[in-house]
């Protein structure tokens, strides 16, 4: 609860990085951390207290993951994904990391159904349920029972629905659909009471919208419109507990 890492993401120019830096909650002071073992962009970041787990890029060929320790900013290379994604979600608990949707580089307009299962211990990778919809660019949220995936895109349908991953069964099941708009490429944040989608994509507009989702009613509604729209792309964050 110290700390969050950014890394990876894309600058002026186009280029891609690798770097990253450390964001410590109790004096607001960004310094350099170590770089993840290559460059990430349109990436997917999660962390739980410990550690962090960084997997994908622009290039669906990367299947590689880095694993990012708080106390001492080592990097160490984890487990290769069972199918190369970009645009993917990641979700989890104390124990596991969930990886799931994005596209094919080569097939941008199919959403994937797969899901990629993440130990959080030692960054081992095992292929693990799949999604009924593919979605790229969806949104998750979760508590330490259940995530949520919801909304995101396929072969030229944005989706309303959700789909709700109970760790304890392994298995997805139709979750709560969310009341606002049906969008790509959105942030997912939260915490023990409520999970927050905001922002996004639908074709080229960028969204303000945001749902909030109560776990003890497993509801969406509508909430207050981000300032400024904005979509999910480019370098992926973690903070422990939060993916």
């Not at 080592?74 to 596209?103: C, D, H, K």
């Amino acid at each position: 609860t110290t700390m969050a890492i950014f890394a990876g993401g894309t600058n002026t120019g186009g280029g891609q990085l690798s770097t990253t830096n450390r964001y410590q909650h109790a004096d607001h002071t960004v310094t350099m951390g170590t770089a993840l073992s290559a460059v990430r962009s349109v990436h997917s970041g999660g962390g739980v207290s410990g550690h962090a787990l960084f997997a994908g890029n622009s290039s669906s060929s990367t299947l590689t993951t880095d694993r990012y320790t708080y106390a001492s900013a080592v990097v160490a290379s984890g487990g290769t994904l069972t199918a190369g994604r970009v645009e993917s979600v990641q979700f989890g608990n104390g124990t596991y990391s969930f990886l799931t949707g994005g596209y094919a580089s080569g097939a941008v307009q199919t959403g994937l159904t797969s899901t990629d299962r993440i130990n959080i211990a030692n960054a081992a990778v095992v292929a693990n349920s799949n999604m009924s919809q593919g979605r790229r660019g969806a949104g998750a949220i979760c508590i330490s029972t259940y995530g949520i995936v919801s909304s995101g895109y396929s072969d030229g349908n944005y989706f309303l629905s959700s789909e709700k991953y109970t760790y304890s069964a392994g298995t997805y099941a139709a979750g709560t659909a969310i009341t606002s708009t049906a969008r790509t490429r959105i942030f997912g944040a939260g915490n023990t009471t409520v999970g927050i989608l905001a922002g996004g994509l639908v074709g080229t507009n960028f969204r303000t919208d945001t749902d909030k989702y109560t776990y003890a009613s497993s509801a969406y509604a509508s909430s207050t419109a981000l300032s400024i729209s904005r979509a999910r792309g480019g370098s992926a964050s973690s903070s422990p507990g939060n993916f």
